[in-house]
Protein backbone atom coordinates (compact mmCIF):
# COMPACT_ATOMS: atom_id res chain seq x y z
CA UNK A 1 0.00 0.00 0.00
CA UNK A 2 1.18 3.71 -0.36
CA UNK A 3 1.04 5.56 2.30
CA UNK A 4 1.62 9.28 2.70
CA UNK A 5 2.37 10.51 6.59
CA UNK A 6 1.89 14.27 7.34
CA UNK A 7 3.98 15.86 10.49
CA UNK A 8 3.79 18.99 12.21
CA UNK A 9 5.34 21.05 14.19
CA UNK A 10 5.05 19.13 17.76
CA UNK A 11 7.64 17.64 19.70
CA UNK A 12 5.74 13.82 19.61
CA UNK A 13 7.00 14.22 16.02
CA UNK A 14 10.15 11.83 17.20
CA UNK A 15 7.13 8.91 17.15
CA UNK A 16 6.50 9.09 13.61
CA UNK A 17 10.14 7.75 12.75
CA UNK A 18 8.78 4.58 14.95
CA UNK A 19 5.81 4.67 13.27
CA UNK A 20 7.36 5.13 9.55
CA UNK A 21 9.37 1.36 10.82
CA UNK A 22 6.28 -0.12 11.22
CA UNK A 23 4.90 0.73 7.49
CA UNK A 24 8.07 0.22 6.31
CA UNK A 25 8.25 -3.52 7.95
CA UNK A 26 4.71 -4.53 6.90
CA UNK A 27 5.81 -3.93 3.10
CA UNK A 28 4.40 -0.80 2.15
CA UNK A 29 6.06 2.28 0.46
CA UNK A 30 5.86 5.43 2.77
CA UNK A 31 6.49 8.97 1.87
CA UNK A 32 6.02 12.49 4.33
CA UNK A 33 4.67 15.87 3.93
CA UNK A 34 6.49 18.08 6.54
CA UNK A 35 5.32 21.13 7.76
CA UNK A 36 7.57 24.55 8.14
CA UNK A 37 7.30 24.04 12.10
CA UNK A 38 7.88 20.47 11.63
CA UNK A 39 11.35 20.80 9.78
CA UNK A 40 12.03 22.86 12.99
CA UNK A 41 11.91 19.73 15.82
CA UNK A 42 13.39 17.48 12.79
CA UNK A 43 15.59 17.30 9.32
CA UNK A 44 14.09 15.69 6.39
CA UNK A 45 16.91 13.81 6.33
CA UNK A 46 16.07 11.99 9.07
CA UNK A 47 12.69 11.03 7.19
CA UNK A 48 14.35 10.19 3.79
CA UNK A 49 16.51 7.49 5.46
CA UNK A 50 13.89 5.72 7.35
CA UNK A 51 11.46 5.69 3.74
CA UNK A 52 13.67 6.15 0.93
CA UNK A 53 11.62 8.62 -0.81
CA UNK A 54 12.24 12.54 -1.16
CA UNK A 55 10.25 14.19 1.85
CA UNK A 56 8.05 17.14 0.54
CA UNK A 57 8.36 20.29 2.05
CA UNK A 58 7.68 23.96 0.78
CA UNK A 59 11.31 24.54 -0.21
CA UNK A 60 10.90 21.43 -3.01
CA UNK A 61 7.41 21.90 -4.52
CA UNK A 62 8.07 21.02 -7.86
CA UNK A 63 5.61 21.38 -10.84
CA UNK A 64 7.36 19.61 -13.63
CA UNK A 65 7.77 16.28 -11.62
CA UNK A 66 5.20 14.60 -9.35
CA UNK A 67 6.88 16.56 -6.08
CA UNK A 68 3.88 18.63 -5.36
CA UNK A 69 1.01 18.29 -3.14
CA UNK A 70 -1.49 17.41 -5.97
CA UNK A 71 0.21 14.50 -7.43
CA UNK A 72 1.46 13.30 -3.48
CA UNK A 73 -2.11 13.19 -2.44
CA UNK A 74 -3.43 11.36 -5.93
CA UNK A 75 -0.37 8.61 -4.64
CA UNK A 76 -1.34 7.73 -1.50
CA UNK A 77 -3.96 5.03 -0.34
CA UNK A 78 -4.14 6.49 3.48
CA UNK A 79 -2.56 10.27 4.70
CA UNK A 80 -2.31 10.21 8.09
CA UNK A 81 -1.06 12.90 9.86
CA UNK A 82 0.79 12.33 12.82
CA UNK A 83 1.41 14.56 14.70
CA UNK A 84 -1.44 16.58 14.20
CA UNK A 85 -0.65 19.87 16.21
CA UNK A 86 -3.86 22.11 17.15
CA UNK A 87 -2.78 24.54 14.83
CA UNK A 88 -3.39 21.65 12.11
CA UNK A 89 -6.23 20.28 13.15
CA UNK A 90 -8.33 23.72 14.36
CA UNK A 91 -7.32 24.81 10.10
CA UNK A 92 -8.21 21.15 8.42
CA UNK A 93 -11.32 21.21 9.87
CA UNK A 94 -11.88 24.42 8.44
CA UNK A 95 -10.97 23.87 5.00
CA UNK A 96 -7.88 26.40 5.17
CA UNK A 97 -5.35 25.19 2.99
CA UNK A 98 -2.60 27.77 3.73
CA UNK A 99 0.14 25.79 3.62
CA UNK A 100 1.84 22.49 1.65
CA UNK A 101 0.35 19.80 4.14
CA UNK A 102 -3.01 21.09 4.45
CA UNK A 103 -2.97 21.94 0.25
CA UNK A 104 -2.65 18.20 0.59
CA UNK A 105 -5.16 17.52 3.04
CA UNK A 106 -7.75 18.86 1.46
CA UNK A 107 -6.60 17.54 -2.08
CA UNK A 108 -6.54 13.67 -1.24
CA UNK A 109 -9.64 11.74 -1.57
CA UNK A 110 -8.10 8.71 -0.05
CA UNK A 111 -9.16 8.21 4.03
CA UNK A 112 -7.29 10.80 6.04
CA UNK A 113 -6.00 10.42 9.98
CA UNK A 114 -5.26 12.72 12.59
CA UNK A 115 -3.09 11.51 15.48
CA UNK A 116 -3.87 14.87 17.30
CA UNK A 117 -0.47 16.12 20.25
CA UNK A 118 -0.93 18.86 22.11
CA UNK A 119 -0.37 19.92 25.59
CA UNK A 120 -4.13 19.43 27.56
CA UNK A 121 -5.15 22.98 27.73
CA UNK A 122 -4.84 23.09 23.82
CA UNK A 123 -5.99 19.63 23.32
CA UNK A 124 -9.36 20.55 25.64
CA UNK A 125 -9.78 23.75 24.18
CA UNK A 126 -13.24 24.26 22.91
CA UNK A 127 -12.65 25.01 19.32
CA UNK A 128 -9.56 21.96 19.08
CA UNK A 129 -12.98 19.84 20.32
CA UNK A 130 -15.25 21.09 17.83
CA UNK A 131 -12.57 20.53 15.01
CA UNK A 132 -11.92 16.76 16.38
CA UNK A 133 -15.87 15.82 15.48
CA UNK A 134 -15.47 16.96 11.91
CA UNK A 135 -12.18 14.89 11.14
CA UNK A 136 -11.25 11.45 11.22
CA UNK A 137 -9.04 11.29 14.26
CA UNK A 138 -7.33 8.79 16.82
CA UNK A 139 -7.78 9.67 20.15
CA UNK A 140 -4.47 11.19 22.35
CA UNK A 141 -3.57 9.30 25.59
CA UNK A 142 -3.36 10.65 29.04
CA UNK A 143 0.01 10.72 30.98
CA UNK A 144 2.85 13.10 31.31
CA UNK A 145 3.62 15.79 28.83
CA UNK A 146 6.72 16.20 26.95
CA UNK A 147 5.77 20.23 28.82
CA UNK A 148 5.64 18.32 32.01
CA UNK A 149 1.93 18.93 32.47
CA UNK A 150 0.47 16.15 33.30
CA UNK A 151 -3.40 15.09 31.44
CA UNK A 152 -4.64 14.44 27.94
CA UNK A 153 -2.54 15.14 24.90
CA UNK A 154 0.07 12.24 24.33
CA UNK A 155 -0.30 11.37 20.75
CA UNK A 156 -1.49 7.79 20.44
CA UNK A 157 1.46 5.53 20.01
CA UNK A 158 2.94 4.46 16.83
CA UNK A 159 1.32 0.55 17.20
CA UNK A 160 -2.25 2.18 17.84
CA UNK A 161 -1.81 4.47 14.93
CA UNK A 162 -0.51 1.35 12.56
CA UNK A 163 -3.33 -0.48 13.14
CA UNK A 164 -6.00 2.83 12.76
CA UNK A 165 -4.60 2.74 9.78
CA UNK A 166 -5.10 -0.88 9.12
CA UNK A 167 -8.70 -0.79 9.99
CA UNK A 168 -9.39 2.55 7.60
CA UNK A 169 -7.67 0.18 4.36
CA UNK A 170 -9.15 -3.31 5.72
CA UNK A 171 -12.74 -2.64 7.07
CA UNK A 172 -15.05 -4.97 6.11
CA UNK A 173 -18.92 -4.24 6.03
CA UNK A 174 -19.48 -7.56 7.33
CA UNK A 175 -17.78 -6.61 10.64
CA UNK A 176 -19.03 -3.32 11.51
CA UNK A 177 -20.92 -2.94 14.51
CA UNK A 178 -20.15 -7.18 15.71
CA UNK A 179 -19.05 -7.70 18.46
CA UNK A 180 -16.25 -9.94 18.69
CA UNK A 181 -14.71 -11.33 22.04
CA UNK A 182 -11.70 -12.97 22.28
CA UNK A 183 -10.10 -14.80 25.42
CA UNK A 184 -6.46 -15.23 25.62
CA UNK A 185 -3.35 -16.31 27.65
CA UNK A 186 -3.81 -18.98 30.15
CA UNK A 187 -5.85 -19.21 33.12
CA UNK A 188 -4.43 -18.72 36.87
CA UNK A 189 -5.72 -20.87 39.40
CA UNK A 190 -4.76 -19.92 43.12
CA UNK A 191 -3.25 -22.30 45.40
CA UNK A 192 -3.28 -19.32 47.68
CA UNK A 193 -2.62 -15.87 47.73
CA UNK A 194 1.03 -15.93 46.70
CA UNK A 195 1.31 -18.99 44.76
CA UNK A 196 -0.98 -20.22 41.10
CA UNK A 197 -1.09 -23.15 38.94
CA UNK A 198 -0.87 -21.97 35.63
CA UNK A 199 0.07 -23.22 31.71
CA UNK A 200 2.50 -22.28 29.34
CA UNK A 201 0.23 -20.24 26.77
CA UNK A 202 1.56 -16.82 25.76
CA UNK A 203 -1.49 -14.98 24.90
CA UNK A 204 0.49 -14.18 21.39
CA UNK A 205 -2.35 -16.30 18.97
CA UNK A 206 -5.07 -14.34 21.15
CA UNK A 207 -3.34 -11.30 20.71
CA UNK A 208 -2.85 -11.52 16.91
CA UNK A 209 -6.57 -12.74 16.75
CA UNK A 210 -8.11 -9.84 18.28
CA UNK A 211 -5.98 -7.06 16.10
CA UNK A 212 -7.14 -8.91 13.02
CA UNK A 213 -10.87 -8.39 13.83
CA UNK A 214 -10.13 -5.06 15.18
CA UNK A 215 -8.47 -4.53 11.57
CA UNK A 216 -11.83 -6.07 9.82
CA UNK A 217 -13.38 -3.47 11.17
CA UNK A 218 -15.31 -5.40 14.58
CA UNK A 219 -15.97 -4.30 17.89
CA UNK A 220 -13.61 -6.05 19.51
CA UNK A 221 -13.25 -7.27 23.58
CA UNK A 222 -9.67 -8.95 24.73
CA UNK A 223 -10.21 -10.81 27.61
CA UNK A 224 -7.22 -12.17 28.83
CA UNK A 225 -4.85 -13.34 31.71
CA UNK A 226 -1.65 -10.89 30.12
CA UNK A 227 -0.42 -7.47 29.21
CA UNK A 228 -1.24 -6.56 25.69
CA UNK A 229 0.16 -3.38 24.23
CA UNK A 230 -1.99 -2.55 21.63
CA UNK A 231 -4.52 0.46 21.17
CA UNK A 232 -6.94 1.55 23.68
CA UNK A 233 -9.44 1.00 20.64
CA UNK A 234 -9.16 -2.75 21.49
CA UNK A 235 -11.10 -3.24 24.90
CA UNK A 236 -8.75 -4.98 27.17
CA UNK A 237 -10.19 -7.12 30.27
CA UNK A 238 -7.40 -8.28 32.76
CA UNK A 239 -8.34 -11.91 34.41
CA UNK A 240 -7.15 -14.85 36.34
CA UNK A 241 -9.27 -17.87 36.76
CA UNK A 242 -11.84 -19.75 34.55
CA UNK A 243 -14.90 -18.43 36.26
CA UNK A 244 -13.24 -14.70 35.71
CA UNK A 245 -12.75 -15.64 32.08
CA UNK A 246 -16.71 -16.98 31.78
CA UNK A 247 -18.41 -14.04 33.72
CA UNK A 248 -16.50 -11.48 31.15
CA UNK A 249 -17.38 -13.48 28.04
CA UNK A 250 -20.73 -13.23 29.65
CA UNK A 251 -20.52 -9.31 30.20
CA UNK A 252 -18.64 -8.66 27.19
CA UNK A 253 -22.23 -9.83 24.82
CA UNK A 254 -20.69 -11.09 22.33
CA UNK A 255 -21.57 -12.32 18.46
CA UNK A 256 -18.80 -14.21 18.22
CA UNK A 257 -16.35 -16.02 20.60
CA UNK A 258 -13.50 -16.69 20.00
CA UNK A 259 -11.60 -18.64 22.75
CA UNK A 260 -8.16 -19.00 22.05
CA UNK A 261 -7.18 -19.14 26.11
CA UNK A 262 -5.76 -22.01 27.41
CA UNK A 263 -7.90 -22.85 30.52
CA UNK A 264 -6.95 -25.07 33.34
CA UNK A 265 -9.03 -28.04 33.01
CA UNK A 266 -8.30 -28.96 36.85
CA UNK A 267 -8.09 -26.62 39.69
CA UNK A 268 -6.32 -26.72 43.07
CA UNK A 269 -8.21 -26.34 46.11
CA UNK A 270 -7.89 -22.86 47.63
CA UNK A 271 -6.57 -21.37 50.73
CA UNK A 272 -6.54 -17.99 51.73
CA UNK A 273 -3.35 -16.57 53.22
CA UNK A 274 -0.17 -17.60 52.52
CA UNK A 275 0.68 -21.87 53.50
CA UNK A 276 3.13 -22.09 55.65
CA UNK A 277 6.34 -24.23 54.39
CA UNK A 278 6.29 -25.27 58.28
CA UNK A 279 3.01 -26.75 58.29
CA UNK A 280 3.60 -28.36 54.93
CA UNK A 281 6.57 -30.69 55.70
CA UNK A 282 8.30 -32.92 53.38
CA UNK A 283 5.92 -33.03 50.68
CA UNK A 284 2.76 -30.67 49.76
CA UNK A 285 0.08 -32.60 47.55
CA UNK A 286 -2.10 -30.34 45.81
CA UNK A 287 -5.85 -31.47 45.81
CA UNK A 288 -7.29 -30.50 42.56
CA UNK A 289 -10.47 -30.07 41.21
CA UNK A 290 -12.08 -30.49 37.69
CA UNK A 291 -12.66 -26.62 36.35
CA UNK A 292 -15.61 -25.07 34.54
CA UNK A 293 -15.53 -26.36 30.98
CA UNK A 294 -16.61 -22.92 29.93
CA UNK A 295 -17.05 -23.42 26.18
CA UNK A 296 -19.46 -26.69 27.28
CA UNK A 297 -21.04 -23.89 29.98
CA UNK A 298 -21.82 -21.85 26.57
CA UNK A 299 -23.14 -24.68 24.92
CA UNK A 300 -26.94 -23.37 24.11
CA UNK A 301 -25.58 -19.36 23.99
CA UNK A 302 -27.29 -17.89 21.24
CA UNK A 303 -23.68 -16.17 19.80
CA UNK A 304 -20.86 -18.35 17.43
CA UNK A 305 -18.29 -19.65 19.21
CA UNK A 306 -15.08 -20.62 17.83
CA UNK A 307 -12.73 -23.37 20.30
CA UNK A 308 -8.72 -23.55 20.07
CA UNK A 309 -7.39 -27.78 20.42
CA UNK A 310 -3.87 -27.39 21.19
CA UNK A 311 -2.86 -31.63 20.54
CA UNK A 312 0.64 -33.30 20.59
CA UNK A 313 -1.12 -36.64 19.41
CA UNK A 314 -0.60 -35.83 15.60
CA UNK A 315 -2.44 -39.35 15.16
CA UNK A 316 -6.07 -37.88 16.82
CA UNK A 317 -5.94 -34.58 16.86
CA UNK A 318 -8.68 -34.18 14.09
CA UNK A 319 -10.71 -36.58 15.68
CA UNK A 320 -10.33 -34.89 19.23
CA UNK A 321 -11.20 -31.29 17.40
CA UNK A 322 -14.35 -32.82 15.78
CA UNK A 323 -15.33 -34.71 19.50
CA UNK A 324 -15.23 -30.64 20.66
CA UNK A 325 -17.16 -29.28 17.82
CA UNK A 326 -20.09 -31.43 18.43
CA UNK A 327 -20.18 -32.23 22.03
CA UNK A 328 -19.78 -28.11 22.89
CA UNK A 329 -22.15 -27.19 19.69
CA UNK A 330 -19.48 -24.89 18.29
CA UNK A 331 -19.27 -23.41 15.14
CA UNK A 332 -15.66 -24.12 14.49
CA UNK A 333 -12.47 -25.23 15.67
CA UNK A 334 -9.07 -23.82 15.29
CA UNK A 335 -6.66 -27.23 15.41
CA UNK A 336 -2.89 -26.25 16.82
CA UNK A 337 -0.64 -28.71 16.82
CA UNK A 338 2.19 -28.34 19.79
CA UNK A 339 4.65 -30.60 18.50
CA UNK A 340 4.88 -27.87 15.23
CA UNK A 341 4.47 -25.27 16.87
CA UNK A 342 5.38 -25.11 20.78
CA UNK A 343 3.77 -22.32 23.14
CA UNK A 344 5.10 -18.83 22.79
CA UNK A 345 6.56 -18.97 19.20
CA UNK A 346 5.41 -16.10 17.05
CA UNK A 347 4.58 -18.55 14.12
CA UNK A 348 1.60 -21.09 14.12
CA UNK A 349 -0.22 -23.61 11.42
CA UNK A 350 -3.80 -24.06 11.85
CA UNK A 351 -6.83 -26.64 10.83
CA UNK A 352 -9.74 -24.69 10.58
CA UNK A 353 -12.73 -27.40 11.11
CA UNK A 354 -16.26 -26.85 10.94
CA UNK A 355 -18.97 -29.04 10.20
CA UNK A 356 -18.39 -29.54 6.74
CA UNK A 357 -14.87 -28.41 6.02
CA UNK A 358 -11.43 -28.62 6.98
CA UNK A 359 -9.28 -25.61 5.85
CA UNK A 360 -5.33 -26.06 6.31
CA UNK A 361 -3.56 -21.91 6.94
CA UNK A 362 -0.05 -23.79 6.77
CA UNK A 363 3.06 -22.29 8.01
CA UNK A 364 2.85 -18.32 8.51
CA UNK A 365 3.29 -15.19 11.17
CA UNK A 366 0.32 -15.53 14.15
CA UNK A 367 -0.51 -12.17 12.51
CA UNK A 368 -1.51 -13.92 9.18
CA UNK A 369 -3.07 -16.68 10.83
CA UNK A 370 -5.74 -14.63 12.34
CA UNK A 371 -6.15 -12.49 9.59
CA UNK A 372 -7.15 -15.71 7.47
CA UNK A 373 -9.25 -16.98 10.57
CA UNK A 374 -10.89 -13.67 10.82
CA UNK A 375 -11.89 -13.98 7.06
CA UNK A 376 -13.16 -17.99 7.32
CA UNK A 377 -15.39 -17.43 10.46
CA UNK A 378 -16.96 -14.67 8.57
CA UNK A 379 -18.56 -17.30 6.65
CA UNK A 380 -19.67 -20.13 8.88
C1 LIG B 1 8.91 23.04 21.53
C2 LIG B 1 7.56 23.20 20.94
C3 LIG B 1 6.68 22.14 21.05
C4 LIG B 1 5.40 22.24 20.51
N1 LIG B 1 4.56 21.18 20.63
C5 LIG B 1 3.31 21.29 20.17
C6 LIG B 1 2.40 20.21 20.30
O1 LIG B 1 2.73 19.11 20.79
N2 LIG B 1 1.15 20.38 19.86
C7 LIG B 1 0.72 21.56 19.30
O2 LIG B 1 -0.46 21.64 18.95
N3 LIG B 1 1.58 22.57 19.12
C8 LIG B 1 2.85 22.49 19.55
N4 LIG B 1 3.71 23.54 19.38
C9 LIG B 1 3.24 24.75 18.67
C10 LIG B 1 3.27 24.56 17.17
O3 LIG B 1 4.56 24.21 16.74
C11 LIG B 1 2.78 25.83 16.47
O4 LIG B 1 1.41 26.02 16.75
C12 LIG B 1 3.01 25.81 14.97
O5 LIG B 1 2.51 26.99 14.41
C13 LIG B 1 2.35 24.61 14.32
O6 LIG B 1 2.46 24.68 12.93
P1 LIG B 1 2.01 23.47 12.00
O7 LIG B 1 0.70 23.01 12.51
O8 LIG B 1 1.92 24.05 10.63
O9 LIG B 1 3.09 22.46 12.09
C14 LIG B 1 5.00 23.44 19.88
C15 LIG B 1 5.91 24.48 19.74
C16 LIG B 1 7.17 24.37 20.27
C17 LIG B 1 8.13 25.52 20.11
Redo the contacts with the bound molecule.
Keep these: MNILIGV ?5 IYKTCELIRLFVKNGDSVRLVM ?4 AKFISPLTFETLTRQKVLIEQNEDWSSEMNHIDYAKWTDIYIIA ?1 A ?4 VNKAANGIAD ?1 L ?1 LQTYLACTAPVLFAP ?3 TN ?1 YNHPTTQESFKKLNIIEANAGLL ?1 CGDEGIGKMAEPEEIFLRALRELNKDEFWQNKKVTVTAGGSIEKIDDVRFVSNFSSGKMGEALAKAFYIKGADVTLISSKEHNITKEIKQIKVQSAEDYYREILNSDPDYLIMAAAISDFKPSYTSGKLKKEQIGEKMILEMNKNIDILESLKDQKFKKIGFKAERDEQNAVKYAKNSLKKKNLNAVCLNLLTKNDFGSDENEIIFITNNSETVFTQDTKENIALKIADAVKHI
Design positions: TGSIASQAAPTANTNLSANMA
